[in-house]
């Protein structure tokens, strides 16, 4: 069974898509495809079916040189079960998550991203919808740092 790892964020066309595209290119490169598993959705509903932000997509290709793919959909309490960690892009998307789960039961399966990173210092990836170019750079340049310190952790069972 692979290890599952689930990104969320609130409209699942920015941040967690972009987590989810930057992690399985990695996992990839380290021949590690057929060990873990990557998906992505958002607490929110107002996107589901869409394809990642056109934004986003821009900045993925002009500083990694990938594709975003998938669709939006809604995070769903299945979701507990199925995955062996949820990454939460923000303290909002953090919060959202644990509102369904009241007894605590995944609590330990929650995490914020950025305590993966090694190289930046913020708690949260902001969210760059309503913002400029910069902003959706700056997702992907933390969301690359984290994925690598996430993967580290993963592959040295640290996790
Ligand atoms: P995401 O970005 O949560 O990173 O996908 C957003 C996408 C859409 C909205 C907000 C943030 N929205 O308000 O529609």
Do not use: W
């Not at 689930?6 to 989810?20: D, K, Q, T, Y």
């Not at 958002?42 to 990642?52: A, D, E, F, L």
């Not at 959909?73 to 979701?79: E, I, P």
């Amino acid at each position: 069974m692979p290890y599952k790892l689930l990104f969320v964020c609130l409209g699942n066309i920015c941040r967690s898509p972009s987590a989810e595209n930057i992690m399985s290119h990695l996992i990839d490169q380290a021949g590690l495809s057929g060990s873990i598993f990557c998906d992505s959705a958002g607490t929110s509903s107002y996107h589901i079916g869409s394809p990642p932000d056109r934004r986003m997509s821009a900045a993925a290709t002009a500083k990694l040189g990938i594709q975003l793919r998938g669709r939006a959909r809604q995070f769903a309490k299945s979701d507990f079960q199925e995955f062996d960690l949820i990454l939460a892009m923000d303290q909002d998307n953090y919060n959202d998550i644990l509102t369904l789960d009241p007894t605590g039961k995944y609590h330990g399966k929650v995490r914020l991203m950025c305590e993966f990173c090694t190289q930046h210092n913020l708690k949260e990836v902001p969210d760059p919808y309503y913002g400029g170019v910069e902003g959706f750079n700056q997702v992907i340049d933390l969301l690359v740092d984290a994925c690598e310190g996430l993967l580290e952790k993963i592959t040295k069972q640290q996790i």
